[in-house]
Every structure is written in C-alpha cells, then in structure tokens.
C-alpha cells in the first residue's frame, strides 16, 4: 500500500511538472478548453504578472517559460512583462485551444509588453505571431499560376529549418519545402499550381512553422477557371514631352531570389518559377 502511494505520488510530480515546461514545446501539452497558455519567449530577464483579469500572477525569470491559467469564455485575460536588462528581446504569446489570441514584442531597452482580450477570442492576424510573418502577392489566384509567397522571421536561428506546407479546402496535404534562413532573416517561396492535387476550388492554407505550434497561417482562394471582369473604359493618354532616360532599380527582393539560388536556398525549380512571375508580371520583358 505504502509502494503504491509513493508511486502515485511521482506520477503527480511527474504530471504537474510536465504542465510547465521550458521552450515552445509546452505548446504541445494536453489543455483543458478553458486554460489558457502565457508562453514568454527571451534572451534575456524578466518580470511581470498574468493570468484572468481580477486574479493575476506575479513571476520573474529568464530566457523561455511557459504558464497556464484559467480563461474560460466570459472571463478576460491580461499579461504584462518588462525586460530586466537593456539587451535582448522579449516576447509574449497568449495561446488557447492552439489558437493565437495575442501577443506583443519589443527588442528597447528595458522594453515593456501589455497585452490584454477576451478568453477564446483571437485578436491578431493568423499570418504574423511575432516570429514570422507571411503574405502573398493576392488572395485569389487560377489553376496554372505561380503563387508568390513573402515572409520574414526574426529571433529564429539561421542554423534551425522552417517548413512550408499547403493545404487544400479539405485540409488534405498538397504541398512542403523546408529551408534555413539566409542573412537578411527574409525568404520567398514560389509554388506553382498545377497537377491533380490543386484541381479543387475553394479555400487553400499555407503554413509556415518552426516548430510543431509555432507557426503562421494564411489563407487564399483558387479556382480552376478565370472570374471575367468588366473592362474598365480607358482614356487615350495627353500627349506629354519627352523626359530623359532614367535608369532602372532592380527591386531587393529579385537581388534576394537571385542570391538565394546562388546560395543553394532555393531550387532550380523555384528559381524558373520566380522568373516565370516575372514574365508574367512584366517586370521583364521578352521579345
């Protein structure tokens, strides 16, 4: 009896301690639907208070940390932190059901983050959790054409992978490249629709993540045929006189491509794909 009690007591310790774990694989624990996660993400140290409004908690520490507390759907949530140190950055996430509801971030000296909603209630963009951040160049795109997809992420290490990954309407995997970041902490991906995969109309995900909770979404429309559009009158130009020839800037994102291929961050595919965008763009013209 005495051997079973000592047991169910380690297993306890055991649980409790695994409920509040080091670094974003806390993200990964079991969570009931009304606890809610404060993950703080630092090089640095920190103070600061979280938890329901009305019945907050007072910690200090350094570097990664998880916490959990009640938020159930009514309540409200607030978390507010300063770094204790001028260098380093610091950020918070709030995350409930694995969902992102809030953060905020500063890399000031001795910044300082206030972050307060609703429980169960997202109050920030799926495309941006303060890591990484994505766009495309639009939101509704047809079979055959190049989706250009544009990002950056910041206090991820160059030597750690990020991962792409499409999904289709039915959330049916169609699509993954990972990558290392090159110098400049931004990165593009040019994925081309075509195959039996994308022939479904509806609503596409593209993932961007770093680790199995950190990660961004957005969203984009495809369809198989082109939506007609009412031609817009156009007017015949006024004359003007000549100008002098000016010369062309190649826009930082092309220079990128191209260094990125140089480097081997991309591949030759991707590279093909990204002059085809061009072309079609008519940023460079073919005779």
């Known amino acids: 009896m005495v051997s079973k009690i000592i047991i169910a007591g380690l297993v306890a310790i055991a649980f409790v301690a695994g409920s509040i774990m080091i670094g974003s694989m806390a993200y990964g624990q079991v969570t009931l639907p009304n606890e809610a996660s404060l993950i703080v993400y630092s090089n640095s140290e920190w103070s600061g208070y979280y938890g329901r409004e009305g019945s907050s908690n007072s910690v200090s520490g350094q570097d990664v940390q998880t916490f959990k507390f009640s938020c159930n759907q009514n309540d409200s949530y607030v978390a507010d932190f300063t770094k204790e140190i001028e260098d380093g950055y610091l950020i918070l996430n709030i995350i409930q059901n694995g969902e992102l509801l809030n953060f905020g971030s500063t890399e000031t000296e001795y910044g300082h983050i206030s972050i307060s909603g609703k429980c169960q209630t997202s109050q920030v963009p799926s495309n941006n959790n303060g890591f990484i951040s994505i766009s495309t160049d639009k939101n509704a795109y047809q079979y055959g054409e190049t989706i250009r997809i544009d990002g950056t992420a910041k206090f991820i290490s160059r030597t750690s992978q990020l991962k792409f990954e499409i999904f289709d309407p039915n959330m049916k995997h169609i699509w993954t490249d ?30 961007v993540s770093y680790d199995k909770i950190n990660k961004v979404t957005q969203k984009i429309n495809i369809t198989q045929t082109k939506t007609t559009e009412t031609p ?16 062309t800037k190649i826009p930082d994102w092309i220079k990128n491509t191209m260094q990125w291929y140089l480097d081997g961050s991309i591949s030759e595919n991707e590279m093909i794909s990204a002059i085809q965008f061009l072309v079609k763009e008519g940023i460079i013209k073919l005779n």
């Open 232 to 247: 817009v009158p156009t007017q015949q130009p006024t004359p003007q006189p000549p100008t002098p020839k000016q010369s």
């Open 178 to 207: 990972s990558f290392s970041l090159v110098a400049d902490n931004v990165f593009a991906k040019f994925p081309q629709i075509k195959g039996t995969l994308w022939q479904t109309d509806g609503q596409y995900t593209v993932v």
